[in-house]
């Protein structure tokens, strides 16, 4: 059986963590979200160097993985590792209605307010994904999806991805192997 290493990226509320919990099952396949790499406690950003020998660190330790984020310099250093890469790009206005509706993080917020308090600027900065000029923002991710050249799907639709997946099954198409 192939060995699942996918890596999933997009704008946040894209449903990455959603998709990651899929593809995983009731397996033993550890999900690594990116936001626990690249931050420092408060609104810090770790030195990227950091975050990167971490997530070589993960990926050596584990034979299977899923690793999802908005990170696009951290999904280039995932991408040697990588079985395949899918870009989650369903429109601004799916990731805000997904972050509207996200329940309480426990793992990411002490409290349900604390998490409340930090939701018109989750909601701004994602309305901005399209001309983010960062790596989180589209063109960064573009760029990285039009640049890989293993397995790779793109999803415009959330109904490409919000059902069940077996990414074992996924069928391989034409000469740039693309995911399909």
Known sequence: ME????????NSGSGKSSLARRLVGARAVPILSLDDLAWNPGPERKPLSESVTALLEFVETHDEWVIEGCYADLVEAALPFAGELRFL??????????????PWEPDKYETPEAQQATFDYLIAWVREYD??????????HRAVFDAYQGPKREYLLVEEYAEPVNPLAAKRVNESDELR
């Not at 060995?3 to 997009?10: E, I, N, P, Q, W």
């Not at 790009?89 to 997904?98: L, S, T």
Request: hydrophobic letters at 35%; proline letters at 3%.
């Open 89 to 102: 790009n369903p429109g601004i206005e799916v990731c805000v209605a997904h972050c509207q509706s996200r």
């Open 3 to 10: 060995s699942l290493r996918a890596v999933l990226f997009g």
């Open 131 to 140: 001309t983010r000029a960062d790596e989180c923002g589209l063109e960064r």
